[in-house]
């Protein structure tokens, strides 16, 4: 399989070296476009241990971020994109040295809050269907057609080439990196490459895609098998400790009858071998998706999903769905806040859907005054795993219950209440509450835990 990742990975190369000497031709003055985007952020999170006794430091936080993009427009074939992010900054917390002599205030400093998010470049070749892309990308994913992707949806740096014809079909092959390790000190060595497609038949469409990842020894992904509820959490991170080689396949189809009644399904398998037994994973999610939208009204949203659990064998691997993106990841979610999802994710409890099942019912796009839409959303979820094999949870953006495995019998429900609001073509607010009621077997009270964000954004166009 590494041999056909270094094909892949020449094939990409060499097409995107073609791409950029066709398309290098000049036709004039270079178009430049800038646009800038200055949020402010707070979230508040409150007993996400759901432990009433637990030690809460600061339930509460603050950030502000600016980004700034430039796009090049060579000629009507080629352009390179630029992104800059001053931030995040946290308010009142110097914990990331985000503040102070030498923290990296302006651009060209010691750069400590200063990132490129992303520098890349992008072509067509003339008078054809073909697309390529080079560089520092933002959030590249998997085609989905009911939630985000929980196996893969980061930044990257990435060679990607398409062939689109728009709805009729197309083609696309990339190789990746993630372009930041998603779980902070740990090796990022992890090698990306897919092939994914769509094409239509008439209401109908198929994106059908597999993806190899090369995963280096001592490299964290995201699937670890849970201990016991009665023993300390050891995290949810999985490390082999040999090269391993993961694979996955996706069908994704959506159906439109008419059109304001959409429909989705996702089936999703993937593997991950190693050398060492205990250290491979295999596992699937189906998930499935009906909206039906009434026009100048809403759209009723009617969700749900079923992610593979653990048996009682922890010696011959984890039986869920391996992801390598992490919890921070888009994944799974009832509603989505009005914000970038690195710095708020308003997800369901489960953002991947290992080891859960769930339904959702939500009411989106209702209008309450010019320009300022709500969402209601209640979701069910539930365990799939034997007793004492459950995967933890995630809430909000923390960590759900640490000495929490959720395991067949307990479920937790969850609502959520989202509104944005586009006060002018530039401002933008958004505002989002929400609740979880954790319920356990064997337990006789239920543990509650609440959250709240807000956002202001202001665009510089």
């Known amino acids: ?68 993009e430039v796009e090049a427009k060579i000629n009507p074939y080629a352009s390179g994109v630029a992104q800059v992010e001053i931030g995040y900054i946290p308010w009142g917390n110097d914990t990331l040295n985000s503040v102070g002599q030498g923290a990296g205030g302006a651009l060209g400093t010691d750069g400590v809050n200063v990132e490129t998010r992303r520098l890349y470049a992008k072509a067509q070749i003339p008078d054809t269907h073909f697309f390529f892309d080079i560089g520092l990308q933002g959030q590249l994913t998997l085609p989905t057609a009911a939630f985000h992707s929980p196996i893969f949806f980061d930044d990257v740096a990435a060679l990607v080439t398409r062939y689109d014809r728009g709805k009729e079909g197309g083609l696309r092959m990339l190789w990746a990196r993630p372009t930041r390790d998603p779980f902070k000190g740990d090796n990022g060595n992890i090698e990306i490459g897919a092939v994914d497609g769509w094409f239509s038949l008439g209401n109908l469409t198929a994106m059908p895609y597999v993806m190899y990842s090369d995963i280096g020894k001592d490299t964290t992904i995201y699937m670890r098998n849970f201990g016991k509820r ?34 989705g399904a996702d089936l999703i398998c993937g593997t991950v071998q190693s050398e060492t037994r205990h250290e491979e994973a295999e596992g699937y999610l189906a998930t499935l998706k009906v909206q039906h939208t009434i026009p100048g009204k809403f759209a009723t949203v009617l969700s749900g999903w079923y992610g593979s659990g653990n048996d009682a064998n922890a010696d011959n691997g984890i039986e869920v769905l391996p992801v390598l993106s992490g919890p921070q990841s888009r994944g799974l979610k009832a509603t989505t806040l009005a914000t970038d999802a690195d710095m708020y994710n308003i997800s369901l409890v489960s953002k991947t859907g290992q080891g859960t099942a769930g339904v959702n019912l939500g009411l989106k796009g209702i209008p309450l ?59 933008r607010l958004a505002f989002s509450v929400g609740a979880v009621d954790m319920r356990l077997e064997g337990e006789d009270q239920s543990n509650i835990a609440t959250k709240a964000a807000f956002a202001m954004s202001y665009y510089i166009l």
């Not at 000049?26 to 952020?41: C, M, S």
């Not at 949810?236 to 009858?257: E, I, K, M, N, Q």
């Open 1 to 68: 399989m590494m041999e056909s990742m270094k094909y892949l990975k020449h094939l990409v190369c060499g097409t995107l070296c073609l791409a950029m000497c066709v398309t290098a031709r000049g036709t004039g003055a270079t178009e430049f476009k800038v646009q800038a985007e200055l949020t402010n952020q707070a979230f508040y999170l409150e007993n996400t241990e759901f432990n009433p006794d637990a030690n809460i430091v600061d339930p509460f936080t603050i950030h502000t971020r600016l980004r700034t």
């Open 369 to 427: 005054y010019k320009g300022l839409l709500l969402d209601i959303g209640a979701s069910y979820i539930s365990g799939t795993s034997e007793r004492g094999h459950g995967m933890p949870l995630y809430f909000g953006w923390d960590f759900a219950g640490q000495n929490i495995g959720f395991d067949k019998g307990d479920y937790a429900l969850e609502y959520t209440v989202d509104m944005d609001w586009w006060v002018t073509n530039r401002v």
């Open 230 to 263: 009665s023993h300390p959490s050891q995290g949810v991170r999985f490390t082999p400790t040999t090269d391993a080689d993961g694979y996955w396949f996706g069908l994704p189809l959506s159906y439109t009858p008419t059109p304001n009644l959409y429909l």
